[in-house]
Nanobody, 122 residues
Framework: QVRLVESGGGLVQAGGSLRLSCAIS????????TGWFRQAPKREREFVAA??????STKYADSVKGRFTISRHDATVYLQMSGLKPEDTGVYYC?????????????????WGQGTQVTVSP
């Protein structure tokens, strides 16, 4: 059974940094793409960043370009967040799909973690 476990969330002041981690286990497929999404209260879940299986391709939402960096090492995916803003507040979810490329639509992903809360104070 595929399992994704996020960690690294917390409370930070605006302008600060956090690094989220997503540990992936139980996969039986030979390659998988991963992504990060977030959901603020009373808002729909939205795309943040994605990375291909090889790590050679990445995509970012316009709102986080230049501030967030997605990377992966073995079975762990990271989201380095810098220059955080109050509007970055939300629950951050890691997702995976049995495919090689990058995907920005949440309906493309088959596996999800339970989420980790990020709160950015003004």
């Amino acid at each position: 059974q595929v399992r994704l476990v996020e960690s690294g969330g917390g409370l930070v002041q605006a302008g600060g940094s956090l690094r989220l981690s997503c540990a992936i286990s139980g996969t039986t497929f030979t390659s998988y793409a991963t992504g990060w999404f977030r959901q603020a209260p009373k808002r729909e879940r939205e795309f943040v960043a994605a990375i291909s299986w090889s790590g050679g391709s990445t995509k970012y939402a316009d709102s986080v370009k230049g501030r967030f960096t997605i990377s992966r090492h073995d079975a762990t995916v990271y989201l380095q967040m810098s220059g955080l803003k109050p509007e970055d507040t939300g629950v951050y979810y890691c997702a995976a799909v049995d495919a090689s490329y990058t995907y920005t639509d949440l309906t493309d992903y088959d596996y999800w973690g339970q989420g980790t809360q990020v709160t950015v104070s003004p």
